[in-house]
């Protein structure tokens, strides 16, 4: 079974551009998160879609969004994009879960890589 | 604010020593607790899940405990080997997931 799948691996744009990363989830799987992993920093929660809802949203600018399509893959879009706004980006999915809402297992994949110039 | 703590940041061990890593929460409203391992840089590998309702969840090698009481879990890892070398984070799910920063660990063969 195919894992958590995030498109691209690594890429480069420069300051005021804009991206968008994709990730496509587990099969079965409702849920996505995303996560921004700077360097020497923790995993910061962006966002978190289900059933193609945004459920929450973590502190960060507007200019961060993003959408859960109905195959429940998602994007990330970041827009005037930053030096800061270099990281690593991971997707993540889970199922509803045995013990009911929010408690499934979370899977993540490999993530995006994005440098800004 | 959930905040979730992991000290020390990084851990030099021996070879074939048991170890153990531990996670501290401040609200024990939560839904589970996972701990993940990650290499440098790659993505998250998931190691064991804790459900609120449970105590300990055990994988080979991998022996994780909860007290939501006390805000606390502790991953064990006997027998230690090189390849455990990596950074283990502990995530508390409640309305969202909140990582700890990690500890790095350093098996030396």
């Known amino acids: 079974e195919a894992g958590v799948t995030q498109s691209p691996t690594h890429l480069i744009k420069t300051r005021g551009q804009q991206v968008t990363l994709r990730c496509s989830p587990i099969s079965g799987h409702t849920s996505v998160y995303w996560y921004q992993q700077a360097l020497g920093l923790g995993l910061q929660f962006l966002l978190w879609?289900?059933?193609?809802?945004?459920?929450n949203r973590g502190n960060f600018p507007p200019r961060f969004s993003g959408r859960q399509f109905p195959n429940y893959s998602s994007e990330l879009n970041v827009n005037a994009l930053e030096l800061e706004d270099s990281a690593l980006y991971l997707c993540a999915s889970s199922s509803l879960g045995s013990a009911g809402w929010n408690t499934g297992e979370l899977f993540f994949g490999e993530g995006s890589r994005l440098t800004v110039l | 604010k959930q905040e979730v703590t992991q000290i020390p940041a990084a851990l030099s061990v021996p070879e074939g020593e048991n170890l153990v890593l531990n996670c501290s929460f401040t609200d024990s409203a939560i839904y589970n607790l996972q701990w993940f391992r990650q290499d440098p840089g790659k993505g998250l590998t998931s190691l064991l899940l804790?459900?609120?309702?449970?105590r300990e969840q055990t994988s080979g090698r991998l022996n994780a405990s909860l007290d939501k009481s006390s805000g606390r879990s502790t991953l064990y890892i006997a027998a230690s080997q090189p390849g455990d070398s990596a950074t283990y984070l502990c995530a508390v799910r409640h309305s969202k997931l909140t990582f700890g920063k990690g500890i790095t660990l350093s098996v030396r063969p």
């Open positions: 879609y289900d059933e193609g809802e945004e459920r």
């Open positions: 804790i459900q609120s309702s449970q």
